[in-house]
């Protein structure tokens, strides 16, 4: 079923400036539409972007689209969730957080713009592009990556638990956490610092490098790693939680918190 432009602008005056359709009869829109708003019609049957559409945030989740135009562009936040797309285009702008869960891209292109997080969780993602900038967060939980690229910046949190990843660059910069529980990480880099929570529960990880600091919690459940194997020159601004006991530091000195 095509959604006529009238029918586009019914919808739209009575939501004010939004269109939403989730109907399963939804297998197309006009082009050239214009939402001044927020267009859903995820849980659709849309089978494509049409041409130059305009909307302020999209939501294409659990619909029938495979792909998305190149120089795409969203003022606020774009949702693929669940859908069949492999690929992103060039130049693909998303002002907002871009989702992508559960989707079979592969990797993302170098001139991807997004202005807060980006999430790929069960994703097929296995790469990521050099020196690619992250404002808030990012997510790469459950997906097949086996490393970060040089240059990784993100300004909020990194959730790369239940991945193939084995170490970190050593040039990495993340505002917040570092969530690794359950990779292969076998090491991390020496003066390694992380500004909240490092999660590095169920790796493989036999010891902790020098000059590690954690200015949250350290996490590391799971590991043959025990009190009297913390470093002295560990810094750690909350506690520390390890398999049956929880330890905080000071003056370079563990104790179990009482």
């Known amino acids: 079923m095509l959604l006529t432009v009238n029918e586009a602008k019914e919808i739209m005056e009575k939501n004010n400036g939004n269109l939403i359709c989730h109907s399963a ?45 190149d120089n795409f562009t969203v003022p606020d936040c774009l949702n693929i969730n ?56 990012l997510y790469i939980d459950n997906t097949m990556i086996l490393e970060l690229p040089h240059g990784l910046k993100i300004g909020g949190k990194l959730n790369a638990d239940c991945t193939r990843l084995f170490d970190l660059p050593a040039d990495l910069q993340v505002g917040y956490g570092i969530f690794l529980s359950s990779t292969n990480l076998y090491e991390l880099p020496d003066n390694f610092t992380v500004n909240g929570d490092l999660n590095i529960s169920y790796t493989k990880l036999l010891s902790l490098p020098k000059c590690l600091k954690v200015k949250g919690r350290l996490i590391m459940k799971g590991l043959n790693i025990t ?26 000195r563990a104790f179990i918190e009482r």
Request: aromatic fraction near 4%; avoid cysteine; hydrophobic fraction near 35%.
């Open 25 to 69: 009869e939804l297998t197309e829109l006009p082009d050239n539409l214009t939402v001044h708003g927020f267009l859903d019609v995820s849980d659709s049957n849309l089978e494509k972007v049409p041409y130059n559409l305009k909307a302020t945030a999209i939501n294409f989740s659990s619909t029938r689209i495979t792909k998305l135009p």
């Open 82 to 137: 669940h859908t069949d797309i492999s690929k992103l285009p060039k130049n693909l702008s998303v002002g907002g957080s871009l989702f992508a869960t559960t989707t079979k891209i592969q990797n993302i292109p170098a001139d991807l713009y997004v202005g807060e997080s980006l999430y790929l969780s069960d994703s097929q993602l296995d790469k990521l592009p050099d020196s690619l900038s992250i404002n808030k967060d």
């Open 227 to 252: 009190k009297a194997d913390l470093p002295k020159d560990i810094e750690v601004g909350e506690t520390i939680v390890m398999n049956n006991e929880v330890v905080t530091l000071e003056k370079n």
